[in-house]
């Protein structure tokens, strides 16, 4: 923590946290916080498995470390209150640099996924399933409306090539047996696209030569599903989580800062001598070093204190941001994992 931060501390709340961790991979493994984790957290996910989760997308996308430690706890916070896994293979939320420059910092913006809204929905206790499809031009697609609403889709299996993305649509079923429906043609999801100010920033960025650094080039089917399902939860009976996760959603795509609450308890003190903060700040700065990075210390003390192998794999997870890591220091925290993996195992 720099001097100056230790000021506007003492000027503006008169407390100091203390001992605050100096890397987001050591916020994820502070005990405080993966308490207030554990108490947001549903049943099937532990905060464990979310803080390994979470050293992951940190470690695919660098500039993660970069940003803001409370807009980043606060992203975490709110996967752990909805009960979704961001990045991986379920693909249910996101978390995405963001550039805020009214405050000139590095935010983590929370974007859902199709999949985290389906998941949701399916939650909420008051949808039997709810599903989206994408529909090509070679496909065949009826839609009737009126008294008697439905969708006829015959996808052409046989054709190697269904051709481009023509129309994207989703149906849900109700608790009570009834059934609501959306369908947006592509001009409808690429005005949407063009509008978002996400896609316009990567646009605005991209390279010649390279793709645009943006889901919606990388993953446009299901980006488009993700709108569809978005428009048709205006019509279904959604809980109050839904509502919060499209609300931050939309958040995202106009480029607002979501501002996303964190609360952890822990301990603090008082702070009320203006030399004796720069007193503490200097000593702390002194003993940080140059780079006030993870260090290689801290990686073996959360393996050798790991309660379980979600937290043993979590803090492995850590070696890979160690800055200046030796082959030396590798084989040493691999050695360390091996053998508290069998103390684990035998417990």
């Not at 975490?76 to 896994?85: T, V």
């Not at 645009?212 to 709108?227: C, I, L, Q, R, V």
């Not at 000593?283 to 780079?291: C, Q, S």
């Not at 210390?297 to 200046?324: C, H, I, R």
């Amino acid at each position: 923590m720099s001097t100056t931060t230790l000021k506007s501390v003492a000027t503006g709340t008169a407390a100091a946290k203390a001992e605050k961790p100096k890397t987001i991979a050591g916020l994820l493994t502070d005990p405080a916080i993966k308490q207030q984790m554990a108490l947001a957290l549903p049943k099937h996910m532990t905060a464990d498995r979310l803080a390994r989760i979470a050293l992951t997308e940190v470690r695919k996308v660098p500039k993660l470390a970069q940003c803001d430690q409370t807009s980043f706890l606060g992203a975490i916070m709110q996967c752990a209150s909805l009960g979704l896994e961001p990045g991986g293979a379920l693909g249910h939320c996101y978390l995405i640099p963001f550039e805020n420059r009214k405050r000139n910092v590095t935010e983590v913006q929370f974007i859902v996924g199709y999949r985290g809204m389906i998941d949701l929905a399916r939650r909420s206790g008051q949808i039997v399933s709810l599903e989206a499809r994408t529909v090509h031009a070679k496909d065949h697609f009826e839609v009737e409306l009126g008294l008697d609403s439905k969708i006829v889709h015959r996808p052409d299996w046989s054709a190697e090539d269904r051709g481009p993305v023509t129309f994207v649509y989703a149906v849900a079923k109700l608790k009570d047996g009834g059934v609501q429906f959306d369908v947006m043609s592509r001009h409808e999801i690429e005005k949407i696209r063009n509008e978002s100010q996400g896609y316009k920033t990567a646009m605005r960025f991209a390279k010649p030569g390279q793709e645009p650094n943006t889901p919606w080039a990388s993953h446009f089917d299901e980006m488009a599903k993700k709108t569809v399902i978005r428009r048709l939860f205006k019509y279904l009976p959604v809980s109050i989580e839904i509502q919060r996760a499209v609300g931050m959603d939309e958040q995202a795509d106009a480029g607002i800062s979501q501002d996303n609450p964190l609360v952890i308890d822990g301990q603090f003190e008082n702070i009320t001598d203006q030399q004796q903060v720069e007193d503490q700040a200097e000593a702390r700065d002194a003993a940080a070093g140059p780079g006030d990075g993870l260090t290689k210390a801290e990686v073996l003390a959360a393996m050798q204190s790991a309660a379980d192998v979600d937290a043993l794999d979590s803090a492995y997870d850590m070696a890979s941001l160690l800055p200046g890591a030796t082959q030396q220091d590798r084989e040493q925290i691999t050695a360390v994992y091996n053998l508290r993996r069998d103390a684990l195992d035998l417990a």
